[in-house]
């Protein structure tokens, strides 16, 4: 399966984002879709999961209130809503997909990855 990820920019914060995580090649609802961020000079944190086959979902504690992650299996894309946002949420978002996990929050577990899109929170 490919990723694309996409819908990040500069805002300030208090708003909002929306990021789009397009899947194409494989049956996308079949996979638990994650997305973690990078900020710069830290290590890759998990932010959310949904997990495969029922619609739960799981949020490091840092987002939890303020984050959505959802799916649309029509339109084979997962999408993270970001409200409220800090400056401290500034990094690059990458989405990442395997077949074989139901949920994780460890990296290393999925074997796909979207190239990354840049959000950056002005204070």
């Known amino acids: 399966v490919q990723l694309q990820a996409s819908g990040g920019g500069l805002v300030q914060a208090g708003g909002s984002l929306r990021l789009p995580c397009a899947a194409s090649g494989r049956t996308f609802s079949r996979y638990a879709v994650a997305w973690f961020r990078q900020a710069p000079g830290k290590e890759r944190t998990f932010v959310a999961s949904i997990i495969r086959g029922v619609p739960r979902s799981l949020y490091s504690d840092s987002v939890r209130g303020r984050f959505t992650v959802s799916r649309d299996n029509a339109e084979n894309t997962v999408y993270l809503q970001m409200n409220s946002l800090k400056p401290e949420d500034t990094a690059v978002y990458y989405c990442?997909?395997?077949?074989?996990?139901?949920?994780?929050?460890?990296?290393?577990?999925?074997?796909?990855w979207g190239q990354g899109t840049l959000v950056t929170v002005s204070s």
């Open positions: 990442a997909a395997d077949v074989n996990v139901y949920y994780s929050t460890n990296a290393p577990q999925y074997d796909y």
